[in-house]
């Protein structure tokens, strides 16, 4: 089986049900993840979605020449090169392909906020958009956390009702 054939077959992921009830679907490569959006997006299901990905930032996998077993102990939140590289990452690669994703290239993501802790860095990004006349509100989580290179993305988006 070629590398196109399994890509033909659509994006991997788990689907688990939260305690509240809600379906959330879980990647572990980030072009399932990218995919899954096109997908949402051409199907119209866009203004309700929430899943999440977990994986290994592609600049991690470089170095540690895509073998996750070598990835050094100190690619986590207490390193600052690690923790520029992901901003860099999350800034200019992964928000980029998430807006070609939902076919929103012009998004801005101006709600940014930065929270440290001890033990882990969350970006938040959100902003709110219209698609084929439909009002949303677009959040993106990304966590890093201090045991591990293991990068947490939540990405959600909500209809926005109009004010009666």
Same mark, same amino acid.
């Given at each position: 089986?070629? !590398?196109? %054939?399994? !890509? ?5 992921? +788990?689907?688990? /049900?939260? !305690? +509240?009830?809600? +379906?959330?679907?879980?990647? *572990?490569?980030?072009? %399932? #993840?990218?995919? =899954? ?13 929430? @899943?999440?990905?977990? =994986? ?8 540690? $020449?895509? &073998? ?10 207490? +390193? ?6 992901? $901003?860099?990452?999350? *800034?200019? $690669? ?15 993501? $101006? ?7 001890? &033990? ?8 709110? /958009?219209?698609?084929?006349?439909? !009002? #949303? ?6 966590? @890093? ?8 993305? %939540? =990405?959600?988006? *909500? ?6």
């Amino acid at each position: 089986m070629t !590398k196109k %054939d399994k !890509k033909a077959k659509g994006p991997k992921m +788990s689907t688990i /049900t939260t !305690k +509240s009830g809600e +379906s959330l679907k879980v990647f *572990e490569d980030l072009h %399932d #993840f990218e995919t =899954y959006l096109k997908g949402e997006t051409e199907d119209q299901e866009f203004d309700h979605v929430h @899943c999440q990905l977990k =994986y290994y930032p592609p600049f991690v996998l470089h170095d540690a $020449h895509d &073998d996750p077993e070598k990835i050094k102990e100190t690619a986590n939140s207490h +390193s600052k090169k690690f923790v520029r590289h992901l $901003h860099q990452h999350v *800034e200019k $690669h992964l928000l980029k392909d998430i807006k070609t994703a939902i076919n929103k290239p012009e998004l801005k993501f $101006h709600d940014k906020k930065k929270q440290e802790s001890f &033990d882990r860095i969350v970006w938040n990004y959100g902003e709110e /958009t219209e698609l084929n006349a439909k !009002k #949303f509100k677009v959040s993106v989580e990304v966590v @890093c956390k201090h045991d591990g290179a293991m990068v947490d993305v %939540d =990405y959600k988006t *909500e209809p926005l009702q109009p004010l009666i």
